[in-house]
């Protein structure tokens, strides 16, 4: 069965940097784009970054140029780097795929951007 793990979380200063990563099982991980989501206490889940089978990217506006997803296709992973953290960036993070019209999500990894 498809299978999403996330890592990484943590507090982290404001400005400091952390990187999240997502394991991956249970389909052909090359040949599907790969997502990350985030949801902020007492606001809906919103899409962070995209990565497609080919690698293409894209970014919400307010992370772009802070925030790069990458994959590693031989790994089964995929990866958000996460530069200069804002206190806003404080939420859940999920790594998140579709197939067949289906929304798989891991159980989430904490970052918390805080002094």
């Known amino acids: 069965q498809v299978q999403l793990v996330e890592s990484g979380g943590g507090l982290v200063q404001p400005g400091g940097s952390l990187r999240l990563s997502c394991t991956a099982s249970g389909f052909s991980f090359s040949t599907y784009q790969m997502n990350w989501f985030r949801q902020a206490p007492g606001k809906q889940r919103e899409l962070v970054a995209t990565i497609t089978a080919g690698g293409t990217t894209n970014y919400y506006d307010s992370v772009k140029g802070r925030f790069s997803i990458s994959r590693d296709n031989a790994k089964n992973m995929v990866y958000l780097q996460m530069n200069m953290l804002k206190p806003e960036d404080t939420a859940i993070y999920y790594c998140?795929?579709?197939?067949?019209?289906?929304?798989?999500w891991g159980q989430g990894t904490q970052v918390t951007v805080s002094s």
């Open positions: 998140n795929t579709f197939i067949s019209d289906r929304g798989y």
